[in-house]
């Protein structure tokens, strides 16, 4: 399509006229400013791209200008009409890479960071924006832990943990800091233009005392002047979990449970099942006493998913707006309460008043709403949650007994111990009400100064608001046996609620400057302020004993046990910041960073703290010799060092004070109390990181190939520790962490690129990354420093952070004479027999073996780090279909999984995994699995220990786009459908359970992940 | 500017600068100190976890610790190592206390009398030293020697040395006599339960019998007699919540059924069975006497042949009904709401009764396995009346034993030591009727190792513990070992300038 123009004449002057397309998609684009050059008469186009304007001369020179479009400037002959097309900045974009406090050229950065662009539907169907991010950078690991609605966000760790405290990377959402990533997960994806990873400390120092982490920055959509555009997104579709456990049934629970009942206590001992029994788990002939439940099949379900966007942005050329709603819902993959949903609203204003002040808004708000049973998602994991009663239930126990009550206890185990009955789980996803709320809203407002071409300036004021809302009744409830007795019972009713009330304040003032000498020095420089000031405040209460289970509020007549706690917190931050650029003939790039900030957590003599980066860039591409290598397009080495921070620790650890929350009795009354019941630390300071980046990138045949590598080595000392011998006579058990510890991090990223079209219409793109983490330990734990112990894991100099630490295991003992010969096997040796783990008799008191396995020979088990993240992933395009898939995976990393079935019948009465179908007996000797029962075959050894790599097909997405030509006709410029999938196809040794979880012991008690199933829409108007 | 901005203060708790500046400050700074007798390991107790000082009747002859992984089971049959948790909370528990003292009598003496009025400083600051003492008494007792630490200390200066047994009492022998010089006699009802005069008299009355300094025990009873102190009418009821106010207390940790901190578990009990962690030992059922007050062996209304599990039970008929407001016999009913009788189905046949609660959820409807509100008597003054009696044995004065045993027994209708005992007897006959009078006595109120300690009783009370033939219950008697703990192995493992104490090493 053209621009027209025709021409009218009158005497002195000449009247243009026309109509302005976007050339992206031929519509017409409104409020584009025509301006005739040099002279005061411009105009601007009205809805439908039209124009007029009285021009002074013949041949003017006109200049096409609108937010979001490139600027066109035509020189009109006034006679013939001229082809163009108005491009929209989203092409320019592509070059431009957001960086802290502003934007650069991709090929004059310095720092590493990596920008993801986002179409302006996003389908993905992550329930957690942050999800986004899974295989699309390198050198960032995103986990998920959990698969509840609500709960089943990711966290991101960016070039491997640095810190014994927090490793979330700081978030910058248009402008406005947060330090977790609540308010990003919760962004409409499709909402999101861009997400930028600030790595390296260059990139980082500007952040300077948050930046330790990394630094990831997100930007909205905007609106872009032109006729008013509405985008409808939507998807519906279903979850189910990746892997669904598999329990061994009834009859085979019941003679493995004997077994291990007679290797634990003898062959004279009562068995719990007889033969009969077992028989009538095969027959169903006594459903009440003898069942056969499959419970991981009964709790697991398929689950709804859904979820809507609109919005609708437009413009002119001097106010553009964007505004969306955003709807999700999304049930839980496990039968009862548990759903989940979210409201979306964001409105983003942008406005030229003259042509030196312009003003910005931005707000961004959320409303989600969890529901479930009594005690929300703790209802679900934990010992005595839904999931572990995978291996918890026995199969033995029905879920319903005739009578219609919930099935609570085994037949056999009744008359051993008729009080312990199980947590029927399908009971348990119902009890009671449980209800979170949560409601944020952002809103930062800008004001733009342009002093002078060159100079500027900004200031802008943010607020944060997040308001929570929690809500738990737990009903009066008994549970009963088949013949209607009462097995247990919960005589009170109790409500408990609570709220916060959290906000953020931030004021930044920047001053920017950019100039040009001599054309070649090239120089900007950044000046800023800024101030933060957070509080957190909330309250809790509970009240027992209401005379109904219907109404659940305080006011309907509770009377017992009142309680009610609360506090605040409150924090702020005052900071200085500057960058300078410089860059020589487009060659020779030198960029410094320093902030310096003071902090509230910190005692008066610690509270400033000073962050510099520096990085340089040589454009070898640029150099005269480099000219005639056609096929190198661009060639770049950098390299970067620089310092950031830490702050994210408790507030007033600095401060030693008295705990007055304490009480004692007197009279008939309580009385406060106080003590100091925590040791300060007057000295704590900033965590630390030092981190230097060499990197390269080029672009190769035209930049249809691109490449980026980096080799990072980050260095973080000054990191809190607490495990410091203090004697307990002083009087205090708590002492503040203090800054002795130190860790390092190196690796490498690769990123490729490649970019193609081949005849006949198919346009593609595939790329990839890898990122090798060679060296993550801890370097150094302070003056007297103690190694931690806690669970399955160590703190200690020399391996990586939280390695996994426990004895080893070296096999099967198979015949006795292999018992007497090997060392002592614990305390107990004469309980060792054949069947049984055969540990490593590693150390001793002496630092030696001494012939006895005990608490000197644990070691490290497995490295909970994983060496490599990689990820791979294709766009075809063809005709109007479209094919995007997306792999991810990690390699060489360990997991512990050590419950929920893993473990050889402990506890009396937990099912097993049917893999123990093949444990060790006499007669059938596993050189695998131990016997059933036996002695120390449960304790934390590298038995439990297992791979967890994975390769994982993330994300894959098909579409159509219908013809323009043809839904043009119903007034539409766009219509697309599209099926797609989340984690469809998962790639692992890992067995029964989802390869990607979190690091801890009792991770397979969580809700396990899922895969999505979606259907799709995009509309466009 | 800046310097404001970025400077905040906690807004839960008291910056130390800003503490001590009123009399409210010093005030809730004593009761810091008696917070911490609040903890689990030491008056608050727990049912199915470490041992408080609540349940040391287990050590020696009176309880068997059912669940000996508490402490005093397993150290009862030698297996226990410094490692045990038992030790190390009794340690740091007493510590937390002592530093908290430390801190009142270190900024209360500095604070001027327009802050606080000289008789509020005084009666704080008593209350500071008597705490003080009872803590660390309370160590010198179990560990001998102990670092004595009297100041507030950095973290520089908390690597100390034990110090001696002499020095620790020389310190709790002075804090006690300055805080019965400087502390009331009484408080308004509503400040019930603080440190009185008396409570001091009665610690420091403890502390020289423990040292066997009989004429200190003399004198400081002598004052005690005189400051209206009586026994409660009915001995049952002094272990309830309807107890708490009686006169016979002259110290007591307070504990109320509420949401607060300030709860208690040792009274808790499961609903299957009394309290089954702590049970009573037959030697002692049996060394109750009959209503007659002759023991067992010789009394003739004691009939064996009468069936168990029933009213006539051979160890309930006929009783000193301190037996029967003390021991859970086969048959009775324990929690009078669900009506659930006791199986006597656990190792030595009997459960405890005496300050274990009686219903299986509280007037608040709060289970009688969860927290609860019983008081825990430190010093009641049937102790005091006893003491004294001791303490006259000791130094032949014997005239005096006669009415002081005598008040004890006829609260319960026992008959006098000379209806029974006859008149004029023997210092060392005298000494045996007072010792089983404080036994029966004082049963389950945690000092009975004490006492055992004080009259080298230790291993003759494990042997008679070892002829109990309790099922799963071996008590082994380990020179030393059954006398004194061990320092935690923890505070040995931080602080080099501690040595182990030589029976442990």
């Given at each position: 399509?053209?621009?027209?123009?025709?021409?009218?004449?009158?005497?002195?002057?000449?009247?243009?006229?026309?109509?302005?397309?976007?050339?992206?998609?031929?519509?017409?684009?409104?409020?584009?400013?025509?301006?005739?050059?040099?002279?005061?008469?411009?105009?601007?186009?009205?809805?439908?791209?039209?124009?007029?304007?009285?021009?002074?001369?013949?041949?003017?020179?006109?200049?096409?200008?609108?937010?979001?479009?490139?600027?066109?400037?035509?020189?009109?002959?006034?006679?013939?009409?001229?082809?163009?097309?108005?491009?929209?900045?989203?092409?320019?974009?592509?070059?431009?890479?957001?960086?802290?406090?502003?934007?650069?050229?991709?090929?004059?950065?310095?720092?590493?960071?990596?920008?993801?662009?986002?179409?302006?539907?996003?389908?993905?169907?992550?329930?957690?924006?942050?999800?986004?991010?899974?295989?699309?950078?390198?050198?960032?690991?995103?986990t998920q832990s959990s698969g509840l609605p609500?709960a089943d966000?990711?966290?991101?760790?960016?070039?491997?943990?640095?810190?014994?405290?927090?490793?979330?990377?700081?978030?910058?959402?248009?402008?406005?800091?947060?330090?977790?990533?609540?308010?990003?997960?919760?962004?409409?994806?499709?909402?999101?233009?861009?997400?930028?990873?600030?790595?390296?400390?260059?990139?980082?120092?500007?952040?300077?005392?948050?930046?330790?982490?990394?630094?990831?920055?997100?930007?909205?959509?905007?609106?872009?002047?032109?006729?008013?555009?509405?985008?409808?997104?939507?998807?519906?579709?279903?979850q189910e979990v990746t892997v669904v456990p598999k329990y061994l049934n009834a009859p085979d629970y019941a003679t493995l449970k004997n077994e291990a009942d007679i290797n634990r206590n003898g062959p004279s001992t009562t068995l719990r099942y007889s033969v009969a029994d077992i028989q009538a788990m095969r027959d169903g002939t006594d459903p009440d006493r003898y069942a056969n439940t499959n419970w991981a099949k009964e709790i697991l379900r398929r689950a709804?998913?859904?979820?809507?966007?609109?919005?609708?942005?437009?413009?002119?050329?001097?106010?553009?707006?964007?505004?969306?709603?955003?709807?999700?819902?999304?049930?839980a993959v496990v039968r009862g309460?548990f759903?989940?949903?979210?409201?979306?609203?964001?409105?983003?204003?942008?406005?030229?008043?003259?042509?030196?002040?312009?003003?910005?808004?931005?707000?961004?708000?959320?409303?989600?709403?969890?529901?479930g049973p009594?005690g929300g998602a703790d209802a679900i994991t934990g010992e005595t949650g839904i999931i572990n009663q995978f291996q918890r239930s026995s199969p033995t126990v029905p879920v319903y007994y005739k009578?219609?009550e919930y099935g609570t206890i085994d037949g056999s185990y009744y008359s051993v111990n008729a009080s312990f009955p199980i947590t029927n789980a399908i009971r348990r996803g119902y009890l009671?009400?449980?209800?979170?709320?949560?409601?944020?809203?952002?809103?930062?407002?800008?004001?733009?100064?342009?002093?002078?071409?060159?100079?500027?300036?900004?200031?802008?004021?943010?607020?944060?608001?997040?308001?929570?809302?929690?809500?738990?009744?737990?009903?009066?409830?008994?549970t009963y046996d088949w013949?209607?007795?009462?097995v247990a019972?919960?005589?009170?009713?109790?409500?408990?609620?609570?709220?916060?009330?959290?906000?953020?304040?931030?004021?930044?003032?920047?001053?920017?400057?950019?100039?040009?000498?001599?054309?070649?020095?090239?120089?900007?420089?950044?000046?800023?302020?800024?101030?933060?000031?957070?509080?957190?405040?909330?309250?809790?209460?509970?009240?027992?004993?209401?005379?109904?289970?219907?109404?659940?509020?305080?006011?309907?007549?509770?009377?017992?046990?009142?309680?009610?706690?609360?506090?605040?917190?409150?924090?702020?931050?005052?900071?200085?910041?500057?960058?300078?650029?410089?860059?020589?003939?487009?060659?020779?790039?030198?960029?410094?960073?320093?902030?310096?900030?003071?902090?509230?957590?910190?005692?008066?003599?610690?509270?400033?703290?000073?962050?510099?980066?520096?990085?340089?860039?040589?454009?070898?591409?640029?150099?005269?010799?480099?000219?005639?290598?056609?096929?190198?397009?661009?060639?770049?080495?950098?390299?970067?060092?620089?310092?950031?921070?830490?702050?994210?620790?408790?507030?007033?650890?600095?401060?030693?004070?008295?705990?007055?929350?304490?009480?004692?009795?007197?009279?008939?009354?309580?009385?406060?109390?106080?003590?100091?019941?925590?040791?300060?630390?007057?000295?704590?300071?900033?965590?630390?990181?030092?981190?230097?980046?060499?990197?390269?990138?080029?672009?190769?045949?035209?930049?249809?190939?691109?490449?980026?590598?980096?080799?990072?080595?980050?260095?973080?000392?000054?990191?809190?520790?607490?495990?410091?011998?203090?004697?307990?006579?002083?009087?205090?058990?708590?002492?503040?962490?203090?800054?002795?510890?130190?860790?390092?991090?190196?690796?490498?990223?690769?990123?490729?690129?490649?970019?193609?079209?081949?005849?006949?219409?198919?346009?593609?793109?595939?790329?990839?990354?890898?990122?090798?983490?060679?060296?993550?330990?801890?370097?150094?734990?302070?003056?007297?420093?103690?190694?931690?112990i806690s669970g399955v894991s160590i703190?200690?100099?020399?391996?990586?952070?939280n390695a996994y630490y426990g004895y080893k295991a070296l096999g099967i003992f198979q015949t006795a004479d292999e018992v007497?010969?090997a060392p002592k096997q614990f305390n107990n040796p004469a309980l060792t027999k054949p069947g049984d783990i055969r540990y490593a008799d590693l150390?001793?008191?002496?630092?030696?073996?001494?012939?006895?396995v005990n608490d000197?020979d644990r070691t490290i088990i497995g490295n909970p780090?994983p060496?490599?993240?990689?990820?791979?992933?294709?766009?075809?395009?063809?005709?109007?279909?479209?094919?995007?898939?997306?792999?991810?995976?990690i390699g060489n990393v360990d997991r512990i999984l050590y419950d929920n079935g893993q473990l050889p019948f402990e506890g009396d009465r937990n099912n097993v995994l049917t893999y123990w179908l093949d444990r060790w007996t006499p007669t059938t000797p596993s050189a695998k699995l131990p016997r059933l029962g036996g002695y120390s075959n449960a304790i934390i050894s590298s038995f439990y220990i297992q791979d967890a790599s994975f390769l994982r097909?993330?994300?894959?997405?098909?579409?159509?786009?219908?013809?323009?030509?043809?839904?043009?006709?119903?007034?539409?410029?766009?219509?697309?459908?599209?099926?797609?999938?989340?984690n469809?196809l998962t790639f692992t040794k890992l067995e029964n359970f989802d390869p990607e979880r979190a690091r801890g012991r009792n991770t397979d008690q969580n809700v396990p992940l899922y895969k999505?199933?979606?259907?799709?829409?995009?509309?466009?108007? | 500017?800046?310097?404001?901005?970025?400077?905040?203060?906690?807004?839960?708790?008291?910056?130390?600068?800003?503490?001590?500046?009123?009399?409210?400050?010093?005030?809730?700074?004593?009761?810091?100190?008696?917070?911490?007798?609040?903890?689990?390991?030491?008056?608050?107790?727990?049912?199915n976890?470490?041992?408080?000082?609540?349940?040391?009747?287990?050590?020696?002859?009176?309880?068997?610790?059912?669940y000996?992984w508490?402490?005093?089971?397993?150290?009862?049959?030698?297996?226990?190592?410094?490692?045990?948790?038992?030790?190390?909370?009794?340690?740091?528990?007493?510590?937390?206390?002592?530093?908290?003292?430390?801190?009142?009598?270190?900024?209360?003496?500095?604070?001027?009398?327009?802050?606080?009025?000289?008789?509020?400083?005084?009666?704080?600051?008593?209350?500071?030293?008597?705490?003080?003492?009872?803590?660390?008494?309370?160590?010198?007792?179990?560990?001998?020697?102990?670092?004595?630490?009297?100041?507030?200390?950095?973290?520089?200066?908390?690597?100390?040395?034990?110090?001696?047994?002499?020095?620790?009492?020389?310190?709790?022998?002075?804090?006690?006599?300055?805080?019965?010089?400087?502390?009331?006699?009484?408080?308004?009802?509503?400040?019930?339960?603080?440190?009185?005069?008396?409570?001091?008299?009665?610690?420091?009355?403890?502390?020289?019998?423990?040292?066997?300094?009989?004429?200190?025990?003399?004198?400081?009873?002598?004052?005690?007699?005189?400051?209206?102190?009586?026994?409660?009418?009915?001995?049952?009821?002094?272990?309830?919540?309807?107890?708490?106010?009686?006169?016979?207390?002259?110290?007591?940790?307070?504990?109320?059924?509420?949401?607060?901190?300030?709860?208690?578990?040792?009274?808790?009990?499961?609903?299957?069975?009394?309290?089954?962690?702590?049970?009573?030992?037959?030697?002692?059922?049996?060394?109750?006497?009959?209503?007659?007050?002759?023991?067992?062996?010789?009394?003739?209304?004691?009939?064996?042949?009468?069936?168990?599990?029933?009213?006539?039970?051979?160890?309930?008929?006929?009783?000193?009904?301190?037996?029967?407001?003390?021991?859970?016999?086969?048959?009775?009913?324990?929690?009078?709401?669900?009506?659930?009788?006791?199986?006597?189905?656990?190792?030595?046949?009997?459960?405890?009764?005496?300050?274990?609660?009686?219903?299986?959820?509280?007037?608040?409807?709060?289970?009688?396995?969860?927290?609860?509100?019983?008081?825990?008597?430190?010093?009641?003054?049937?102790?005091?009346?006893?003491?004294?009696?001791?303490?006259?044995?000791?130094?032949?004065?014997?005239?005096?034993?006669?009415?002081?045993?005598?008040?004890?027994?006829?609260?319960?209708?026992?008959?006098?030591?000379?209806?029974?005992?006859?008149?004029?007897?023997?210092?060392?006959?005298?000494?045996?009727?007072?010792?089983?009078?404080?036994?029966?006595?004082?049963?389950?109120?945690?000092?009975?190792?004490?006492?055992?300690?004080?009259?080298?009783?230790?291993?003759?009370?494990?042997?008679?513990?070892?002829?109990?033939?309790?099922?799963?219950?071996?008590?082994?008697?380990?020179?030393?070992?059954?006398?004194?703990?061990?320092?935690?192995?923890?505070?040995?493992?931080?602080?080099?300038?501690?040595?182990?104490?030589?029976?442990?090493?």
């Amino acid at each position: 399509f053209f621009l027209l123009l025709s021409l009218q004449s009158f005497s002195q002057s000449t009247t243009v006229s026309g109509t302005v397309i976007n050339a992206s998609d031929n519509t017409p684009v409104a409020g584009v400013s025509v301006v005739q050059q040099g002279s005061s008469k411009g105009t601007t186009t009205d809805a439908k791209g039209f124009f007029t304007l009285n021009v002074s001369v013949a041949k003017p020179v006109l200049v096409f200008s609108s937010v979001g479009y490139q600027t066109y400037t035509l020189s009109w002959d006034g006679s013939s009409a001229i082809a163009i097309k108005l491009e929209p900045e989203v092409a320019a974009l592509q070059d431009v890479v957001v960086i802290g406090y502003g934007t650069q050229k991709k090929i004059n950065q310095t720092g590493a960071t990596q920008t993801l662009k986002l179409d302006e539907s996003v389908n993905q169907p992550v329930t957690n924006s942050g999800q986004l991010m899974y295989g699309k950078f390198s050198g960032v690991q995103l986990t998920q832990s959990s698969g509840l609605p609500g709960a089943d966000a990711s966290s991101i760790v960016i070039r491997g943990v640095g810190t014994f405290g927090s490793s979330t990377p700081l978030v910058v959402i248009d402008n406005i800091q947060y330090d977790n990533l609540n308010v990003f997960n919760n962004l409409s994806p499709s909402d999101i233009e861009s997400i930028s990873v600030l790595k390296d400390a260059s990139a980082g120092a500007i952040y300077g005392a948050r930046g330790a982490n990394g630094v990831i920055i997100v930007t909205t959509k905007k609106g872009k002047s032109g006729s008013m555009s509405v985008l409808y997104n939507n998807y519906i579709g279903f979850q189910e979990v990746t892997v669904v456990p598999k329990y061994l049934n009834a009859p085979d629970y019941a003679t493995l449970k004997n077994e291990a009942d007679i290797n634990r206590n003898g062959p004279s001992t009562t068995l719990r099942y007889s033969v009969a029994d077992i028989q009538a788990m095969r027959d169903g002939t006594d459903p009440d006493r003898y069942a056969n439940t499959n419970w991981a099949k009964e709790i697991l379900r398929r689950a709804p998913i859904q979820n809507h966007y609109i919005s609708f942005s437009g413009g002119n050329d001097r106010t553009t707006y964007r505004a969306s709603f955003g709807y999700l819902n999304q049930e839980a993959v496990v039968r009862g309460k548990f759903q989940s949903s979210r409201y979306n609203l964001s409105l983003n204003l942008n406005s030229k008043l003259t042509n030196w002040l312009s003003i910005s808004n931005s707000s961004n708000a959320y409303w989600s709403r969890f529901t479930g049973p009594t005690g929300g998602a703790d209802a679900i994991t934990g010992e005595t949650g839904i999931i572990n009663q995978f291996q918890r239930s026995s199969p033995t126990v029905p879920v319903y007994y005739k009578n219609g009550e919930y099935g609570t206890i085994d037949g056999s185990y009744y008359s051993v111990n008729a009080s312990f009955p199980i947590t029927n789980a399908i009971r348990r996803g119902y009890l009671g009400d449980y209800s979170s709320d949560e409601l944020n809203f952002a809103n930062r407002f800008g004001i733009n100064i342009n002093f002078t071409k060159d100079l500027s300036f900004e200031t802008s004021g943010s607020f944060n608001i997040f308001n929570s809302q929690e809500s738990d009744f737990t009903p009066r409830n008994a549970t009963y046996d088949w013949t209607g007795q009462v097995v247990a019972q919960n005589p009170l009713n109790v409500l408990r609620n609570s709220t916060a009330f959290n906000y953020r304040l931030l004021n930044e003032n920047i001053l920017r400057y950019a100039h040009k000498f001599k054309d070649k020095h090239d120089v900007s420089v950044l000046l800023g302020h800024s101030v933060q000031y957070g509080r957190n405040d909330g309250f809790a209460g509970s009240l027992k004993n209401f005379p109904t289970d219907g109404l659940q509020e305080f006011n309907a007549g509770g009377v017992t046990e009142p309680n009610v706690t609360g506090g605040a917190s409150e924090f702020a931050l005052q900071s200085l910041f500057s960058r300078v650029n410089y860059s020589y003939d487009g060659k020779y790039l030198l960029e410094l960073n320093v902030r310096r900030d003071a902090s509230s957590r910190f005692g008066s003599s610690y509270r400033y703290g000073n962050f510099p980066s520096a990085s340089a860039g040589w454009r070898i591409s640029e150099e005269k010799f480099m000219r005639s290598i056609n096929w190198i397009s661009d060639l770049k080495l950098r390299a970067s060092w620089g310092i950031t921070g830490n702050d994210n620790i408790a507030n007033y650890l600095y401060a030693q004070t008295y705990n007055v929350g304490l009480d004692y009795f007197l009279g008939t009354s309580i009385v406060s109390a106080a003590a100091v019941t925590t040791l300060a630390n007057p000295n704590i300071k900033w965590e630390t990181i030092k981190q230097y980046d060499l990197g390269i990138d080029a672009g190769l045949f035209r930049n249809s190939l691109t490449i980026t590598a980096d080799y990072f080595n980050r260095n973080s000392y000054d990191l809190l520790y607490s495990n410091f011998p203090i004697p307990s006579s002083i009087g205090v058990t708590n002492i503040s962490a203090i800054n002795a510890a130190s860790m390092i991090n190196k690796g490498v990223e690769v990123a490729v690129n490649y970019r193609g079209r081949i005849k006949g219409g198919l346009t593609y793109s595939v790329g990839g990354s890898v990122s090798k983490f060679a060296d993550n330990k801890v370097t150094g734990l302070g003056d007297r420093g103690l190694e931690s112990i806690s669970g399955v894991s160590i703190i200690r100099v020399g391996v990586p952070y939280n390695a996994y630490y426990g004895y080893k295991a070296l096999g099967i003992f198979q015949t006795a004479d292999e018992v007497t010969n090997a060392p002592k096997q614990f305390n107990n040796p004469a309980l060792t027999k054949p069947g049984d783990i055969r540990y490593a008799d590693l150390s001793g008191p002496d630092g030696k073996p001494d012939g006895l396995v005990n608490d000197f020979d644990r070691t490290i088990i497995g490295n909970p780090y994983p060496s490599w993240i990689y990820n791979f992933n294709a766009n075809l395009n063809y005709k109007g279909f479209d094919l995007n898939v997306l792999f991810e995976g990690i390699g060489n990393v360990d997991r512990i999984l050590y419950d929920n079935g893993q473990l050889p019948f402990e506890g009396d009465r937990n099912n097993v995994l049917t893999y123990w179908l093949d444990r060790w007996t006499p007669t059938t000797p596993s050189a695998k699995l131990p016997r059933l029962g036996g002695y120390s075959n449960a304790i934390i050894s590298s038995f439990y220990i297992q791979d967890a790599s994975f390769l994982r097909m993330r994300n894959l997405e098909i579409g159509y786009s219908l013809p323009s030509a043809l839904i043009k006709r119903i007034g539409l410029s766009k219509v697309r459908v599209f099926v797609g999938g989340q984690n469809l196809l998962t790639f692992t040794k890992l067995e029964n359970f989802d390869p990607e979880r979190a690091r801890g012991r009792n991770t397979d008690q969580n809700v396990p992940l899922y895969k999505v199933y979606t259907f799709g829409l995009n509309v466009k108007l | 500017c800046s310097k404001d901005f970025t400077e905040r203060a906690s807004l839960t708790q008291i910056a130390k600068e800003n503490f001590w500046k009123s009399e409210q400050d010093a005030q809730l700074a004593i009761n810091g100190i008696y917070d911490a007798m609040q903890d689990r390991a030491l008056y608050s107790g727990n049912l199915n976890a470490t041992a408080g000082l609540t349940m040391f009747d287990c050590f020696g002859d009176n309880l068997y610790n059912n669940y000996k992984w508490e402490g005093p089971g397993d150290f009862m049959i030698g297996i226990i190592t410094p490692s045990n948790g038992m030790f190390s909370s009794i340690w740091s528990s007493s510590y937390k206390g002592i530093a908290r003292a430390n801190a009142a009598i270190e900024n209360i003496q500095n604070m001027s009398t327009t802050l606080i009025s000289q008789d509020k400083k005084n009666a704080l600051f008593g209350q500071a030293l008597f705490l003080r003492a009872l803590y660390y008494f309370n160590l010198a007792v179990y560990f001998q020697d102990v670092p004595l630490i009297t100041k507030v200390q950095t973290i520089e200066e908390a690597y100390v040395p034990k110090n001696t047994y002499q020095e620790v009492n020389a310190q709790v022998i002075a804090d006690l006599t300055e805080a019965i010089d400087k502390l009331p006699a009484s408080y308004p009802a509503t400040q019930y339960g603080y440190a009185t005069k008396g409570a001091a008299l009665g610690l420091l009355a403890r502390v020289h019998l423990y040292n066997k300094n009989y004429q200190g025990v003399v004198d400081a009873t002598t004052t005690l007699l005189t400051l209206g102190y009586s026994l409660n009418p009915s001995y049952a009821q002094l272990f309830t919540e309807q107890g708490e106010l009686s006169k016979e207390i002259l110290f007591s940790v307070r504990f109320n059924q509420d949401v607060s901190n300030n709860n208690e578990l040792f009274s808790g009990t499961f609903l299957g069975n009394p309290a089954v962690d702590k049970l009573p030992m037959p030697n002692l059922v049996k060394d109750y006497y009959c209503t007659d007050g002759k023991p067992i062996t010789s009394s003739p209304l004691y009939d064996p042949a009468q069936p168990t599990g029933t009213a006539s039970h051979p160890q309930k008929k006929n009783r000193d009904p301190r037996l029967l407001a003390s021991v859970y016999f086969k048959n009775d009913t324990f929690l009078i709401d669900t009506k659930a009788r006791f199986g006597g189905n656990v190792p030595t046949t009997f459960g405890q009764k005496k300050y274990i609660r009686n219903t299986s959820v509280s007037a608040n409807g709060i289970a009688a396995f969860n927290p609860g509100g019983q008081d825990f008597i430190v010093i009641r003054y049937a102790d005091i009346l006893l003491m004294r009696a001791e303490a006259l044995v000791e130094l032949n004065q014997l005239t005096e034993v006669y009415s002081l045993v005598n008040q004890v027994r006829q609260r319960v209708s026992m008959p006098t030591v000379q209806a029974v005992e006859g008149a004029s007897l023997t210092q060392a006959a005298l000494r045996d009727i007072v010792r089983h009078e404080r036994r029966v006595e004082l049963a389950f109120e945690g000092l009975r190792y004490f006492d055992l300690k004080r009259w080298g009783d230790v291993q003759n009370a494990f042997n008679r513990a070892k002829a109990d033939n309790v099922t799963g219950y071996s008590p082994i008697y380990l020179t030393g070992k059954s006398e004194i703990f061990p320092i935690p192995l923890g505070e040995l493992n931080v602080n080099s300038n501690l040595v182990q104490n030589p029976v442990w090493q």
